[in-house]
C-alpha cells in the first residue's frame, strides 16, 4: 500500500508492503553514495541488504539505546559523511528504530545544508510514529528532542516482517503510539486493539495509525496548533522517561503511563485494561519533583503554562491551556489514586 503525505514541496510517500526490503533500490535512489545507519541491535542483515544495492554504500553502526542520539554520535555521522566525500547529491538511509531515524534524520537535515534522507522504519514504534512527519533531534543537557530540525524524509519504506524478529517488549512499545493515536482520533481502531488478536491485525493497525498521523501533519506541519494532540501522554510521559534515567523504560511505556490521568475518569477504567492487554501497564514508584522537572523543561512549555490533550469520549480530544503544576497534580490523581 502507497500513502501520500501532502506536503507541497515536501511531499512524500509512505510504502506498507511485506518484503520491501528486498526492494529497496526499486522504490529509493541508491545509485550514488549512500550513509546507511543503523544501530546494534537491529539485525545486521538489514543494513546490508540496502548497502548491497547501493552504488557506494557505506554502514555507520551505532549502540542501540537512547544514548546514540546525542550530539557526539551526530558529530560522528557527519565525520563519516566528510571521510568519504559525500556531496549534495548524495543521500543518507535509516535502517533502525526511532533513535536510529531521529539521528540519521538531523545528520542529513545538517550535512552540507541537507542531503535527501530515507527512513526505513524496523520497530512498530517507529513504523507508526517517528518515522513520518519530518521532526529529527537528539537529546542534550538530559533533556529530550530539545536539539533537531524539522526535515522530511523522501521515502519512507514499511515492511511488517520485520516485526516478526521484534522483541515482545518493543512491539508493545510501540502499541502505546496506535493506542495513543485510537484514542484522540480513531475509535474503531481502539476497538480493533481492544476486541481483536492484535498480531493478525497489525498490518491494519499500521495502515490506520499511519492515516491519523498523516491527516495531523499536512494540517499543521509545523506543531502550531493540531499537531500537539500527537503529543497525547507525552508531557508527562516525557517527564516519567527523563527522570528514569532515558533508559528503565522505553518510551511508548513512557507515553502509556503519561495517558492515563489525560483520559476521563469515565473511560480511564477501559483505557487500563487495554494497555494491561498490551503489557503497557505497571505499578511504580513516582519521584514527581524529577518529573515536574523533566517535563517542564520540554520544549512544548511555555512559560508556566502547557498545553495538554485531554480525551473525555475515545476517538475524541480537547485541547487546553494548564498551569505545570495542575498538570502534575493531575497526574498523580490518576496515576496513584
Not at 545528520?107 to 517517528?130: E, W
Not at 530540525?149 to 519504506?157: D, E, G, I, S
Not at 501533519?217 to 508527562?236: A, Y
Request: with cysteine; proline share 2%.
Amino acid at each position: 500500500m502507497k500513502i501520500r503525505m501532502n506536503l507541497g514541496g515536501d511531499s512524500y510517500d509512505i510504502i506498507v508492503e511485506h518484503g520491501v526490503l528486498q526492494k529497496a533500490d526499486e522504490y529509493l535512489n541508491l545509485n550514488r553514495r549512500v550513509l546507511v545507519v543503523t544501530d546494534s541491535g537491529v539485525p545486521s542483515q538489514y543494513a546490508e541488504t540496502v548497502a548491497s544495492v547501493c552504488r557506494e554504500g557505506i554502514i555507520c553502526t551505532v549502540e542501540q539505546g537512547e544514548e546514540s542520539k546525542s550530539l557526539e554520535v551526530f558529530s560522528r555521522l557527519l565525520q563519516t559523511m566528510l571521510d568519504n566525500g559525500f556531496s549534495r547529491k548524495d543521500c543518507v538511509v535509516a535502517v533502525g528504530g526511532g533513535v536510529v531515524g531521529d539521528l540519521s534524520g538531523f545528520a542529513a537535515s545538517a550535512y552540507m545544508r541537507g542531503i535527501d534522507f530515507y527512513n526505513i522504519p524496523t520497530t512498530l514504534l517507529s513504523q507508526i510514529d517517528s518515522s513520518i512527519g519530518g521532526k529529527t533531534a537528539v537529546n542534550f543537557g538530559g533533556v529530550k528532542n530539545i536539539v533537531g530540525a524539522f526535515y522530511h524524509p523522501k521515502k519512507v519504506l514499511i515492511d511488517p516482517e520485520f516485526l516478526k524478529t521484534l522483541p515482545a517488549r518493543q512491539l508493545s512499545n510501540g502499541l502505546a503510539e496506535a493506542v495513543k493515536m485510537s484514542l484522540t482520533s480513531d475509535k474503531e481502531l481502539f476497538d480493533i486493539i481492544e476486541s481483536s488478536d492484535i498480531e493478525s491485525n497489525i498490518d491494519e493497525i499500521i495502515i490506520r495509525s499511519l492515516n491519523v498521523k498523516k491527516n495531523v501533519v499536512e494540517q499543521d506541519e509545523k506543531e502550531s496548533g493540531l499537531r500537539k494532540i500527537l503529543n497525547f501522554g507525552h508531557t508527562v510521559g516525557h517527564g516519567i522517561e527523563s527522570s528514569e534515567g532515558m533508559g528503565e523504560l522505553y518510551h511508548g511505556e513512557c507515553v502509556a503511563l503519561g495517558m492515563i490521568p489525560m483520559c476521563s475518569e469515565a473511560i480511564r477504567p477501559r483505557v487500563v485494561a487495554l494497555l494491561k492487554k498490551c503489557r503497557l501497564y505497571r505499578e511504580m514508584t513516582y519521584d514527581w519533583d524529577k518529573i515536574t522537572a523533566a517535563a517542564f523543561h520540554d520544549k512544548k512549555a511555555d512559560g508556566d503554562t502547557v498545553t495538554v490533550t485531554l480525551v473525555n469520549e475515545i476517538g475524541g480530544f480537547e485541547m487546553t491551556e494548564m498551569k505545570c503544576l495542575d498538570v502534575i497534580e493531575l497526574a498523580k490523581a490518576g496515576l496513584e489514586g
